[in-house]
């Protein structure tokens, strides 16, 4: 039964990959056992070669070049602390995003689909341990993060949680073993993002071993597409859920749920809301938010001209300051309409040339590269800002919302990010009169944690009773 099963599932494989270029994937059936065939033909059946092959021409076959807008300006954006005009637009934002949280329409997005390579963690990403105090891992930070929401507002929101293939089962074993870490199961929707071949520079879709597609994520961008695919857009409608709030898995400084933004958001009838930091540095590697001849949207800081990156204005401050930190807002609305089969607006594709290890096609024997070696593709999911109505800005405070875990050491490692719990929770008991040692060179001189189900912001904390009323140098603090 099972070798009829293979014989047939052979023949229509060879059938679908005849003229495409790609017949070679089949070229080592003979050497496989029966498990790996099955393998390979499940494989075979995850990838759309039909979309795959203006990708190769396009983005694969050719280095595609980045054509630069005719005009590219500085965006208008909200600031971080209203100025007396915006005061009263900012009280009303907040009371309208608040009332949004409190009717349950606006719900978390986390994409946790990244195979975290540069972190070269054993386990997904969001299961990194990261508190300064606990070391609770990222989805647990989460997690306590909407029980504080719920705290506060009165109504849990519902957390999507976007997987790929390759960390699906791992993400929903670290949740279950952790029971959900204080949610229920059905709080939350596991769903899985797409996949896209790697390919060799000539166009050939590489194998990682002789039986299995290099596969891998098809970027952040994706998640529109696995939103609407994996039902999650429905299961929003059902339950009346408007906007979603956006994040990324690495980033444990986030408030998941943000009812300013969410406010500002509603109150310009943005489809698509994005919140940015200052600027590090004129080429810091973020991306920068700009009007690309007139439209909202994201330049890669690779892709911004230097002349732009260190441009002044007449009072000297950056020009292009809007580093952008993926943290969105979305309508529900607004993810249906571009991805409604046959909407003309497709995300477009980046081209990755990466280290990826691989079957010698010729051979058969295994190649570890030195360089890269490999064509990735990913969508972006900040090109989807181009396509929303009204779409806008808001800054953020980096050292309140962002310090994103990507690299094991250096910059946005490990290290950084707990420095930046630790002096986020420092300021905070200092904006609440408590008295926190410091250094000679100004860092906090106690390791302090304060769990996001206790206080989401300073003023949260400030109406938590018996805070400390000083912390003793060197002294562990958990606030819980
Ligand atoms: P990064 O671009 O930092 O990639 O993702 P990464 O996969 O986490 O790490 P490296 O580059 O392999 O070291 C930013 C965010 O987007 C998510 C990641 O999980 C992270 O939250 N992401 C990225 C996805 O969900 N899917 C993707 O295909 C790519």
New binding site residues.
């Given amino acids: 039964m099972m070798r009829q099963t293979l014989i047939d599932g052979y023949a229509a494989a060879r059938e679908r990959l005849r003229g495409t270029g790609q017949e070679h994937l089949l070229k080592f059936w003979s050497d496989l056992s029966d498990p790996q065939r099955v393998e390979l033909l499940s494989n075979l059946e995850r990838i759309d070669l039909a979309r795959c092959r203006p990708l190769i021409d396009r983005y694969v076959r050719q280095r595609p070049v980045f054509d630069p807008p005719q005009q590219i300006e500085p965006p208008n954006a909200f600031p971080a602390e209203p100025d007396a005009k915006l005061a009263g637009q900012y009280r009303e934002a907040m009371q309208r995003g608040t009332a949004a949280i409190r009717a349950g329409r606006v719900a978390a997005f986390?994409?946790?689909?990244?195979?975290?390579?540069?972190?070269g963690y054993d386990g997904p990403?969001g299961g990194f341990p990261i508190s300064p105090v606990r070391n609770a891992s990222l989805f647990r930070l989460f997690a306590e993060g909407l029980l504080g929401t719920e705290r506060r507002y009165g109504r849990r929101p519902r957390w999507y949680i976007?997987?790929?293939p390759s960390n699906h089962e791992s993400t929903l074993a670290s949740f279950e073993e952790h029971g959900y870490f204080g949610l229920r199961r059905d709080d939350i929707m596991f769903f899985s993002?797409g996949q896209m071949p790697a390919f060799l520079p000539d166009g050939r879709i590489a194998l990682e071993e002789k039986h299995r597609i290099a596969l891998?994520?098809?970027?952040?961008g994706?998640?529109l597409t696995a939103l609407s695919a994996s039902g999650a857009l429905a299961d929003m409608r059902e339950r009346g859920i408007e906007q979603i709030s956006y994040f990324?898995?690495?980033?444990p400084l986030v408030r998941a749920i943000d009812p300013l933004f969410v406010g500002l958001h509603l109150a310009t009838e943005s489809e698509m809301s994005s919140k940015a930091v200052t600027k590090a540095d004129d080429l810091e590697r973020v991306g920068n938010f700009c009007l690309a001849d007139g439209k909202l949207g994201v330049i890669e800081y690779s892709d911004l001209p230097a002349s732009l990156a260190r441009a002044r204005n007449a009072d000297g401050s950056r020009r292009f300051d809007a580093g952008s930190i993926?943290i969105h807002v979305l309508d529900r609305g607004f993810v249906e309409r571009v991805t409604t089969a046959g909407s003309s607006a497709e995300l477009p594709w980046h081209r990755a040339d990466k280290k990826v290890e691989m079957i010698d096609l010729a051979t058969g024997q295994r190649i570890k590269p030195v360089g890269p070696n490999a064509v990735k593709l990913?969508m972006f999911v900040f090109d989807a800002i181009p396509l929303a109505r009204n779409p806008l800005v808001l800054f953020t405070r980096r050292e309140e919302e962002f310090s994103?875990v990507?690299?094991a050491e250096g910059a946005d490692s490990p290290a950084t990010t707990r420095r930046d719990m630790i002096r986020r929770a420092a300021r905070w008991l200092e904006a609440c009169g408590c008295t926190v040692p410091r250094r000679a060179d100004g860092e906090p001189d106690a390791l302090i944690e304060i769990a996001p189900s206790l206080a989401l912001d300073a003023a949260d904390l400030a109406e938590r009773k018996n805070l400390p009323r000083s912390v003793a140098r060197g002294e562990t603090l958990l606030l819980i």
């Fill in positions: 986390t994409v946790a689909g990244g195979q975290g390579s540069r972190l990403k976007m997987t790929s993002q891998s994520p098809d970027g952040h994706g998640s990324q898995v690495d980033n993926a990913e994103p990507k690299n």
